[in-house]
């Protein structure tokens, strides 16, 4: 008997596409703009993770276009130094992003800083007033993970009215924003969290699965049900026996793809697209700015 195996929903592909589409805009925009859109990474402190994540945003700007107005600063910055930056760029014409890349220094308020981000300007979408938009249905900038996997169903026609849709994880950066969105699109949805009772009996329900945890191979083969959409959203990074380490998200890949209609590699699915919508927020912002 052939043993099936999932399609998979490529987010690096696609998030190529939307590169290319960006890049095309931006050439378009840019004679009436006068100026080339900017996005401004905020980054303290010297966490690995981060100055990767960093690195691979910037890199993605230059390749679309886009001017990168990034900061690095030192372990010790103050919250006060780091709110006149941010009020500096609320002000400044050639930025029309601005995002602080997180986790901080424990010494630093994040949400204080977050708060003080001009709503317009806030690519990451999670500003009180953008969530208080996405909560009300209302058009603006979309937190970059949840609207990267809407983004990535849509591609590849997985219909969500009517269906039940299961989100682990209720963190204000994915699960939560992304509950929101699939019940804009009609979907029913379930939110479960490390509280839940019984996750396998929540899952088996779920014709569109996401995993939003951060644990290694939480989601095995028996809890997803046969022809399920599974995007993972885990990284997840482990340290095999012969001591390297890889990438690995929240999803049991090799078991869970005999089961799955579709599911997302790690990496290569989810990640990807949360630069893309970076990016699509930055220029959408750019595209709406008076002034140039
Ligand atoms: P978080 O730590 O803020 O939230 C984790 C959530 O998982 C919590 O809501 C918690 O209730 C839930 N949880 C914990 N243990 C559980 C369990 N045993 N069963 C069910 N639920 C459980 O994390 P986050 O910021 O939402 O990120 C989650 C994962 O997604 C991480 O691995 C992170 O690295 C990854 N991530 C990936 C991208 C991307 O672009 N691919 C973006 C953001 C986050």
Redesign the pocket.
Known sequence: METKTAKLLDGKALANKIQQELSAAITQLQPQKGRPPGLAVLMVGDNPASAAYVRGKERACQKVGIESFGKHFPTQTTQAELEEVIAALNHDQRVDGILVQLPLPNHLDAVTLLHQITPDKDVDGLHPVNLGRLVRGEPGLRS??PA?IMRLLQEYDIPLQGKQAVV????I???KPLALMLLEADATVTI?????HS?QSITTNADILIA????PG?ITADMVKPGAVVVD????RVVESSGDSRLVG?VHFESTAGVAEFLTPVPG???P??VAILLQNTVESYSQRFHS
């Open positions: 970059c993970t990267g682990i994880g209720r963190s950066l994915v699960g479960a969290h490390s509280r839940s996750l939003a945890v951060g644990r939480l959203v885990g990284i997840n929240d699915g989810v990640g697209m949360t």
